[in-house]
């Protein structure tokens, strides 16, 4: 049984996501040979200001993009 843990940045609607697990579960089952029954997956949002990059959070880097 595959199992997936999927971490996104905050800010996806419950479409996207949906969309998202079959698109994965169609790849896993093409490539490892199993049912889609057989596929779990966990989707993990991350709030912005919890993410850095270069040592700056997504929020705040948000943020100053928004400024500029």
């Known amino acids: ?23 994965v579960t169609e790849a896993i089952c093409s490539t490892v040979d199993c049912q889609p029954g057989d596929v779990r997956i966990e989707a993990i949002d991350m709030p912005r200001n919890q993410y850095a990059v270069g040592g700056v959070s997504v929020a705040r880097r948000d943020a100053k993009a928004a400024g500029s």
């Open 1 to 23: 049984m595959p199992l997936v843990q999927i971490r996104l940045l905050e800010g996806r609607t419950q479409e996207q996501k949906e969309a998202m697990f079959a698109a």
